[in-house]
DNA sequence: AGCTCAACCTGGCTGC
DNA sequence: TGCAGCCAGGTTGAGC
């Protein structure tokens, strides 16, 4: 479930595993992800070291000796380490291996991505996929009253719905479908509202909910990582409670309320008529 | 520039 | 049980 939590306790579960270490396989076992996984990068990796794993957005970075491996994992990806021997499984789509240990991306829907990045095309934050991202909702940027600024100042003239403005992640990356829904619940915003008449304290409510929201996600996924080194099954994430996602017609947990749910940009919005004003 | 929507792909669930 | 139809955590790119 890759929201920026879910890459986030991905990354803290396979760093310790990988930063460091050399590359002495890549097999590509089926390349035609979202782009296709470049066919070069079997001979230009293998020797090449792990020097560090950052996120941005929901992109994981590995940075090595020649440029930064980029991995996205679209809607249904897993990373995961497991030992050399272990045994192709259907979906597995690309294998780093590292000695006895492999890195193993995992994606029945093929929406993920693993691409190159040259030291010699510029640094890799002027890569064209990650420029275009929002602030970081960690980020001293988007720190105290400044992410409320950033809401504010971003959404202004902006006739979309405040739902969609936040998931598209121009203003603070890493809000998904579901934590989209939850942040705006907690805010007490209805998802409907135009982004340019958020008023500042909506945003500023928001920038905290969106923080709040996204830690606590993480707290929840941080408690799996042991599973991480396992072979065997799923890696283990259980979702946090949701107080409005997938909760169609039941009790608002504040209020009582049933929770609606519409459509927006094509994605499912869940929300509380009650509790979230326009 | 910003908005909307189709598209990428596979599996699981619902309802007939 | 079988099968059609719909839904799913993301993001780009085309067309207006």
Known sequence: MPELPEVEVTKLGIAPH??????????????????????????LLPGQKVHSIQRRGKYLLFEMDTGHLLIHLGMTGTLRILPGSDVLKTHDRVTVE??????????PRKFGAVLWHPKNQGPIEKNALLQKLGVEPFSDEFAGDLGGEI????????????????????????????YCSESLFEAGIHPVK???????????????????????????????????VNSDGDPGYFMMQTKVYDRKGQPCKVCKTPIAQIV???RSTY???QCQKR
């Open 264 to 266: 927006q940009g094509q």
């Open 18 to 43: 990988i930063e460091g270490r050399k590359v002495s396989a890549v097999k590509v076992i089926d390349g035609r992800l979202r782009w296709p996984v470049p066919a070069s990068l079997a001979k």
């Open 98 to 107: 590292f000695g006895k240990l492999s890195l193993r991306l995992h994606d």
């Open 194 to 228: 135009a982004a340019g008449k958020l008023t500042h304290p909506q945003c500023a409510r928001l920038a905290n909910a969106v923080r709040r929201i996204l830690k606590k996600a993480i707290a929840a996924g941080g408690s799996s990582l042991k599973d991480f």
């Open 271 to 273: 929300f509380c008529p």
């Open 151 to 178: 809401l504010y100042r971003t959404s202004r003239k902006r006739s979309v719905a405040v739902k969609q403005f936040l998931l598209a992640g121009q203003a603070v990356v890493g809000v998904g479908n579901i």
